[in-house]
Every structure is written in structure tokens, then in C-alpha cells.
């Protein structure tokens, strides 16, 4: 069964500062990897998303991850956070072979201080 | 953004009646999904669907039903809602060219008293 673990619950950045995100994940073949990014009160946005070929990804609002596969990780980066990055992030696992399913990590909020 | 509404958006209900929540989709998706988010545990797969009257299990199924006549919809229900299934609900989409890759509604948030 596929798992995903974010072991960070919450993580408080100062604005401008660099921020990463970790997300290990368990799963026995290639997995598809995505972080998706929750503000208060809203839906998921979809950051990015790994599913081949080059391990470091770029995304949407300067984020980026990176595929680990030797440390089953894929974490998330930002070089310098806004204040409006403020939100809870998740970390997810999915694979065609399981129906498309997600599994996702319970989350990171992270704070940014002014 | 993904074509997506879910309706209700806010339900406060009393334990042991009946919740109906309704996800509708205009992007002609072939996989919808419906997941419930508790603080601590991310997002749970209650049920999916993968075509009309074609739907399956998650990892959280137990006092929840699904039902799929339309591809545009797809039907959450809880047949005698209890107070461990007060969450916020969380529809999902897939692009039908690429799979894997999940778009979510702005969710319902559900209280049962």
C-alpha cells in the first residue's frame, strides 16, 4: 500500500527566507508524486507534479521539488517565501496500477513572519 | 481552473438523517473522487468513480455510498450521518489525458450535531 509521510506538522519561515518542505513516500514501484497547496477556507491548488524523466520540477509560484528515489523523498522549495505563501501544504503519492488513487501526507502549515 | 462545484457548500445536520452532497463537474472527466480532510490525516479517499455507474472503495468507505447516473455528477451520500463524519468533503477530477493528475472543488464543509 502506498504512504506518505510529512514530518513536519508546522514550520514558521520569515518572509524572504528560503523554505523546504520534506515528503517521504512508500510505494513498491515508480510512484507519481504532487504537492498541492490549501489556503485557509479554500480548495487544493495543484503545485506540481512529478511523473518521469528529469527529478527536479518546477512548478507554479516559484516553488520547486526534488525526486529522491534512493531516499524516497520528494521534497518541496522555495528560495525566498511571501507573505502570501502562507498555507498548508500536501505532499501526495498516487500510481495508475492502484486506479489513479491518491495518498496524501497529513500536511504542512507553514507561517511566514513579516 | 477545473470546471468543478460541489453543493452544499456549508450543512449542519443531527445525527442519524440522511446527507446528500453533490459534486458536478463541466470538464467531461472520466475518474471523479471524493475525499474527506480531518486535521492530522490530510486527505482520505471515501470513493472514486472511473465512468457512469462504475464506482469503487477508498480507504475510508464504511457508512458512505456513491452513486454515478451522469458523467457530469457524482453523489456523495450518508445514509444515517454521524458525528465522526463531521469533516470538510472534498470532490476531485481527473484530466482525461493525463490520469494522474487530480483537480479539486472548493469542498463542503459538513457538521453533524
Known amino acids: 500500500a502506498q504512504s506518505v509521510t510529512q514530518p513536519d506538522i508546522h514550520i514558521t519561515v520569515s518572509e524572504g527566507a528560503s523554505l523546504e518542505l520534506r515528503c517521504n513516500y512508500s510505494?513498491?514501484?515508480?510512484?507519481?508524486l504532487f504537492w498541492y497547496v490549501q489556503s485557509p477556507g479554500q480548495g487544493l491548488q495543484l503545485l506540481l507534479k512529478y511523473f518521469s524523466g528529469d527529478t527536479l520540477v518546477q512548478g507554479i509560484k516559484g516553488f520547486e521539488a526534488e525526486f529522491k528515489r534512493s531516499q524516497s523523498s520528494f521534497n518541496l522549495r522555495k528560495p525566498s517565501v511571501h507573505w502570501s505563501d502562507a498555507a498548508e501544504y500536501f505532499c501526495?503519492?498516487?500510481?495508475?496500477?492502484?486506479?489513479?488513487?491518491?495518498?496524501f501526507g497529513g500536511g504542512t502549515r507553514v507561517l511566514v513572519k513579516p | 481552473d477545473a470546471g468543478i462545484t460541489q453543493s452544499p457548500r456549508h450543512k449542519v445536520t443531527e445525527t442519524g438523517t440522511p446527507v446528500t452532497l453533490r459534486c458536478h463537474q463541466t470538464?467531461?472527466?472520466?475518474?471523479m473522487y471524493w475525499y474527506r480532510q480531518d486535521p492530522g490525516h490530510g486527505l482520505r479517499l471515501i470513493h472514486y468513480?472511473?465512468?457512469?455507474?462504475?464506482?469503487d472503495k477508498g480507504e475510508v468507505s464504511d457508512g458512505y455510498s456513491v452513486s454515478r447516473s451522469k458523467t457530469e455528477d457524482f453523489l456523495l451520500t450518508l445514509e444515517s450521518a454521524t458525528s465522526s463524519q463531521t469533516s470538510v468533503y472534498f470532490c476531485?477530477?481527473?484530466?482525461?489525458?493525463?490520469?494522474?493528475?487530480?483537480?479539486f472543488g472548493p469542498g463542503t464543509r459538513l457538521l453533524v450535531l
Open positions: 470538464e467531461n472527466h472520466r475518474y
Open positions: 468513480s472511473y465512468g457512469v455507474k462504475d464506482t
Open positions: 501526495a503519492v498516487g500510481a495508475y496500477a492502484a486506479g489513479n488513487k491518491l495518498t
Open positions: 510505494y513498491g514501484a515508480t510512484p507519481y
Open positions: 476531485a477530477i481527473s484530466d482525461r489525458e493525463n490520469q494522474e493528475t487530480q483537480y
